[in-house]
């Protein structure tokens, strides 16, 4: 069966500092496809990235960088040096190949950044 | 449409009162989702239509849930005899083709509050 577990519900960092969003997940299928989006406020859902499961490759986008291990079924998001604008709630999700009409979310992690 | 959306932003209803929740996704985007979102959780699976066919419709919580998309463009999301528990922000996605496992565009969701 499908899960997704963000095991930190809640986390508060000082704006600049590091932080990392952990995701775990379960799947029976060899071939599936992970996802992080982003909740502001405003209640939208914004897509961030998605890999599939044959690219364990390491990905940045200037701020932002995620860690694909299959070998301990994770794929962690990390904030470097965040900014207020990244308080938000943030869910990792997962979909199989041959469920292509469904996507599972965790159930967030909610990011306070101080300043 | 520049992006998805969903009206209305906020609805209360009192117990028992019947309610429809109206989606307009991007246009000729093919895959439409409802998704429902309980306060502090991630969101869960409703239905999904690719064009005006819906394919699967396991995740309504029960008959009193029903949604169409009779010409695969605006989607409508009726709850009948309204409960308490049925008290959540309603999410609708879309994307381009016939699967959720490419990048999702959420409305921004209409907030149901069932008194």
């Known amino acids: 069966a499908q899960k997704v577990t963000q095991a930190q519900t809640e986390i508060s960092v000082v704006e600049k500092e590091d932080v990392t969003l952990d995701c775990v997940y379960e799947?029976?299928?060899?071939?599936?496809?992970l996802f992080w989006y982003k909740q502001p406020p405003s209640g939208e859902l914004v897509f961030l990235i998605r890999?599939?499961?044959?690219?364990?490759q390491n990905e940045i986008s200037g701020r932002y960088s995620w860690n694909f291990q299959k070998s301990t079924s994770s794929f962690n998001f990390t904030i470097t040096a965040s900014q207020v604008v990244d308080s938000a709630v943030y869910f990792c999700?997962?979909?199989?190949?041959?469920?292509?009409?469904?996507?599972?979310f965790g159930k967030g992690t909610r990011l306070h950044i101080l300043p | 449409g520049a992006g998805v959306s969903q009206s209305p932003r906020y609805k209360v209803a009192k117990r028992g009162q019947d309610v429809a929740l109206r989606c307009d996704p991007i246009?000729?985007?093919?895959?439409l989702f409802w998704y429902q979102q309980a306060l502090g959780q991630g969101p869960e699976f409703l239905t999904y239509?690719?064009?005006?066919?819906?394919?699967?419709k396991s995740g309504l919580p029960s008959d009193r849930f029903f949604a169409e998309r009779p010409e695969g463009s605006v989607s409508t999301l009726k709850i009948q005899r309204t409960q308490q528990e049925d008290s959540a922000v309603y999410l609708c996605?879309?994307?381009?083709?016939?699967?959720?496992?490419?990048?999702?565009?959420f409305g921004s969701g209409t907030q149901l509050s069932v008194l």
């Open positions: 996605a879309s994307s381009r083709r016939g699967s959720a496992n490419e990048k999702l565009f």
């Open positions: 799947t029976r299928d060899t071939t599936y496809y």
């Open positions: 890999r599939n499961s044959f690219d364990e």
């Open positions: 999700a997962l979909s199989e190949m041959n469920r292509d009409d469904k996507i599972i």
């Open positions: 246009s000729g985007h093919v895959s």
């Open positions: 239509f690719q064009n005006e066919a819906q394919l699967d």
